[in-house]
C-alpha cells in the first residue's frame, strides 16, 4: 500500500538553529497538510497545499515557519530559528479526493535544546 | 477556540471490556465525524467515521453513536483487547473544504 513518506524521523537540533523536514505524498494526491502535534494533544493544522498552491496557512507562524510544495508533489517545511516551543511531532497528510480520508505519515519528531 | 472537546484524557480498561471515548463540537455546520487510531511512533490511522445522516456505524468491534441535537459523539470498543492499546483522536470536517479539527486525543490502555 502507498504510503505517505517523511524524513528524518528524529530531529534533535538547538535554538536558534535551522531545521527542515521532508514529505513525498501518495502519488496523484493533490491535497497536502503538515500538522503539528505537540505530545499529548492532538493534531493542529499548520499549511495545507492544494497541488503547489498554499490554500490555508493561517495557523503557520510565518516569522519562523515556511512550506513550499515545488511541481505540486512532495513537499518541505521548514523552522528557522528553532525555538524550544517547537519540539514536536511533524506530521504530514494527504487527502482522498472526495473521501474526506487524511493518510498520515509517521512523522518526523523535533527535539529542540 | 476549543470546538472539539475529547473525554476522558486516558483509559484504562480490562482485556474482554468496553471502552467508551467522547467526543463533543460546538458548530452544527461540521458533516464527517472521523476517529483515528495512533500508535507510539505512528502517525494517526483512519479508524472508522460516520456522516450526521445516520445515528449509529458498526465495523468489526468498533462502533460509532452520533446524536445530532447533543452535537455528540462517541467511539465503542467491544471485547477490548491488549492490541487496541494506543491514542484515539476525534476529528470533526466540513465536506469538500478539506478542513480538519482534531480532538485532544485519548490514551487507552487494555490490561491483558
Known amino acids: 500500500e502507498a504510503e505517505v513518506a517523511q524524513s528524518p524521523r528524529y530531529k534533535i537540533t538547538e535554538k536558534s538553529q535551522a531545521v527542515a523536514f521532508w514529505c513525498d505524498p501518495i502519488?496523484?494526491?493533490?491535497?497536502l497538510y503538515w500538522y503539528r502535534q505537540i505530545l499529548g494533544q492532538g493534531p493542529e493544522l499548520l499549511v495545507r497545499?492544494?497541488?503547489?498552491?498554499?490554500?490555508?496557512d493561517s495557523q503557520l507562524p510565518k516569522d519562523r515557519f515556511s512550506a513550499e510544495r515545488l511541481k505540486g508533489v512532495d513537499s518541505t517545511l521548514k523552522i528557522q530559528p528553532a525555538e524550544l516551543g517547537d519540539s514536536a511531532m511533524y506530521l504530514c497528510a494527504t487527502a482522498d479526493s472526495g473521501a474526506n480520508v487524511l493518510t498520515f505519515g509517521a512523522g518526523s519528531r523535533l527535539t529542540v535544546l | 477556540q476549543q470546538q472539539v472537546k475529547q473525554s476522558p484524557q486516558s483509559l484504562i480498561v480490562q482485556k474482554g471490556g468496553i471502552s467508551i471515548i467522547n467526543c463533543a463540537y460546538e458548530n452544527t455546520a461540521f458533516d464527517y465525524f472521523p476517529w483515528y487510531q495512533q500508535f507510539p511512533g505512528k502517525g494517526p490511522a483512519l479508524l472508522i467515521a460516520?456522516?450526521?445522516?445516520?445515528s449509529e456505524k458498526k465495523e468489526g468491534r468498533f462502533t460509532i453513536s452520533f446524536n445530532k441535537s447533543a452535537k455528540q459523539f462517541s467511539l465503542h470498543i467491544m471485547d477490548s483487547q491488549p492490541g487496541d492499546s494506543a491514542t484515539y483522536f476525534c476529528?470533526?470536517?466540513?465536506?469538500?473544504?478539506?478542513?480538519?479539527?482534531f480532538g485532544t486525543g485519548t490514551r487507552l490502555k487494555v490490561l491483558a
Open positions: 502519488s496523484g494526491r493533490a491535497t
Open positions: 460516520i456522516r450526521p445522516d445516520v
Open positions: 497545499f492544494q497541488d503547489e498552491s498554499v490554500v490555508d
Open positions: 476529528a470533526v470536517s466540513y465536506t469538500g473544504t478539506y478542513k480538519y479539527i
